[in-house]
């Protein structure tokens, strides 16, 4: 489309200088009088209107009554009457034989409307003009579909560029002159090539007619990592979406650009986190592939890290569980959540050199803009094998001795103890490693609903791995003191909510106890959940308030451990004993796995109360 700033002007082309037309009979006038989406009507000579279509009355007002004999100068804006373009118009009909452009007309109420037109000269069969044949489409709607179309592109969020099939630029909006540099009028025009590095240039050509050749929405340059080159001779990575557009004027293709400085950045700090790991990491591809492995992983295999990526991650899986191998993998990322791999299973690695090495495996799901992965650590645990092999050797011994050897079964308990401590040490540790992967995660997510997921398994996480710091710091490695994690617990929750001491205040009623480690896992993520939720969504926009967390010993053996605040309550109609939230499924599991009973109270505020049977209270 031209309109006023680019006529066009036909005729002198093979398809458009055939013979003239020729006037025909009456038949010919009932056809176009059948006509409803075309203006079509005949002038004469001097441009007086001769016959006037069914189509040429609803297109621009006029009955056939009312404008037969008036000069189609009507027709016309001011300015362009001005500049004389009815007589322009059929003087280069009548030299040419045909004239056509798009441009503005007016209807009988004075409004314009965008019209494709084409004037074809008549002549007699001695070549005299007898007139002119006028065809007019109303082009309005597929102009303001092309602006619409301008004015979304001007708008996204994200650099979109688009060219014809000659590599041409047409369209470029604001996000692309501010990522590359240009002014839009340096670019349209232009060969996208002036856009791509000169090690790429040669090739690139190659590419855009493959594309043309199988036209369809894909990234550009899967596998292969994309560079843009700024005006100033910079180059920026990119990533591109291309996307096929068939138009009246020919195919173009669509692209979409976006600046991934950031996001290579933030890959490039995960990578340093992995290297800098105390443990073996290794990432997955969900076929199998390892994408990325640590210097941890290279000492306890034997491979130089060149020679594991890009290959099945089944070369460090014994031949003998090799087989199964790719099952489990399906199996984890049908479901993929946290967990340790092979659990009851003794599981082995194969190195390099064809020896095993036994290892303990733990499976974290990534989820990335390229696909999903798994993030495993692995551990050597030779050393533990062998002590545990050795501590049940001394076991046995001391069991027909005791009488004989009572300071050695002292010493023996003595480095139980030490590997115990050990175990809690390593296992707060790895997940602090794994809170630290996930904060990595959330600086690149955007807010939403991933976002909050991983900020909730990030408080799950350190809630564990508070209690396994306490078993470290014990002397029982049985039992957790847990009206000190209870403190512990909530200030690292309030801490990590953001909420002001002074907005919400935390009263605690917490008896001196200690509880077995089977018992205080489950409550210490009831805990957790129960005060992130209050924190949440008992006191909006700024209310006051009291969390109250109650733990004390009550008859027949039993704990009762209560949360409850002075907030909104909860939300109208839910029930929270069936409510499918992830907090509150979660509590009612716990529960359930601890068999406590639970009760909530919903006067005044909000209270969760549950009634926990221990064997053994302090």
């Excluded at 398809?15 to 038949?27: K, Q």
């Excluded at 293709?253 to 991934?260: E, Q, T, W």
């Amino acid at each position: 489309m031209t309109g006023k700033s680019g006529r066009r002007e036909r005729g002198t082309d093979a398809t458009h200088s055939a013979a003239p037309a020729r006037i025909t009979d009456g038949r010919l006038r009932l056809l176009l009088d059948g006509v409803k989406d075309l203006a079509v009507f005949m002038l004469d000579p001097d441009g007086r209107v001769s016959t006037w279509n069914a189509g040429a009355q609803r297109l621009k007002g006029y009955s056939a009554q009312e404008i037969v004999g008036k000069h189609f100068s009507c027709f016309y804006p001011r300015d362009d009457l001005a500049a004389g373009m009815d007589r322009h118009e059929l003087e280069i009909a009548q030299r040419d034989g045909r004239y056509e452009e798009d441009t503005w007309r007016l209807r009988k109420d004075g409004s314009q409307f965008l019209a494709h037109v084409v004037i074809t000269a008549l002549r007699d069969s001695s070549g005299c003009l007898v007139g002119f044949a006028n065809v007019t489409r109303d082009m309005t709607e597929q102009h303001r579909a092309r602006e619409q179309f301008r004015v979304a592109i001007a708008a996204a969020p994200t650099g979109m560029l688009m060219m014809d099939s000659t590599g041409t630029i047409v369209l470029v909006n604001a996000q692309i002159e501010k990522l590359f540099g240009y002014p839009r009028n340096e670019l349209l025009g232009k060969s996208i090539e002036v856009l791509v590095p000169e090690r790429f240039r040669g090739r690139h050509p190659s590419f855009r007619k493959a594309f043309f050749g199988d036209p369809k929405a894909r990234a550009m340059g899967a596998g292969r990592e994309l560079y843009g080159l700024r005006r100033d001779g910079t180059e920026v990575p990119i990533e591109i979406g291309l996307n096929p557009i068939q138009t009246p004027e020919g195919a173009f293709v669509l692209s979409s650009v976006v600046d991934i400085t950031e996001r290579k950045r933030s890959v490039e700090q995960f990578r340093l986190a992995i290297e800098a790991a105390p443990t073996g990491m290794i990432m997955v591809e969900r076929h199998g592939r390892v994408v990325l492995v640590n210097a941890q992983i290279e000492k306890l295999f034997g491979y130089r890290r060149e020679e594991l990526i890009g290959r099945a991650i089944e070369i460090l899986v014994p031949e003998r569980f090799r087989k199964r191998h790719p099952d489990f993998r399906a199996d984890f990322f049908a479901d993929p959540r946290s967990r340790p791999m092979g659990a009851g299973r003794d599981l082995y690695g194969l190195r390099k050199d064809g020896t095993e090495v036994p290892i303990e495996i733990g499976l974290n799901p990534l989820e990335t803009p390229e696909g999903a992965f798994v993030l495993s650590s692995v551990v050597d645990i030779t050393e533990r094998k062998r002590a545990e092999q050795e501590r049940e050797e001394l076991l046995d011994q001391l069991e027909e001795r005791v009488q004989v050897r009572t300071a050695e079964l002292t010493a023996t308990l003595k480095e139980r103890e030490v590997l115990l401590q050990e175990v809690h040490h390593r296992v707060k540790n790895n997940l602090q490693v794994i809170s630290s992967l996930i904060s990595l995660q959330l600086r690149q997510d955007k807010e939403g609903a991933s976002r909050h997921a991983l900020e909730e398994c990030q408080t799950r996480v350190q809630a564990i791995a508070l209690i396994h710091q306490q078993l470290y710091q014990s002397k029982d490695y049985a039992r957790v003191p847990f009206s000190e994690y209870t403190k512990s617990l909530a200030a690292n929750v309030f801490q990590a909510t953001g909420v002001s001491p002074q907005s919400v205040s935390l009263k605690l009623a917490v008896e001196d106890l200690a509880l077995p480690v089977d018992k205080a896992i489950p409550c210490g993520l009831i805990l957790n959940e129960l005060i992130t939720n209050a924190l949440k969504h008992a006191f909006p926009a700024g209310r006051e308030g009291t969390i109250r967390i109650e733990l004390g010993k009550i008859q027949n053996g039993r704990l009762v451990l209560c949360v409850s605040d002075d907030g909104i309550g909860l939300p109208k109609g839910l029930d929270a004993q069936t409510a499918g939230s992830l907090g509150l499924q979660l509590v009612r599991m716990l529960a359930k796995q601890v068999d406590a009973e639970l009760e909530i109270g919903t006067l005044g505020g909000t209270s969760f109360r549950l009634t926990i049977p221990v064997e053994t209270l302090n």
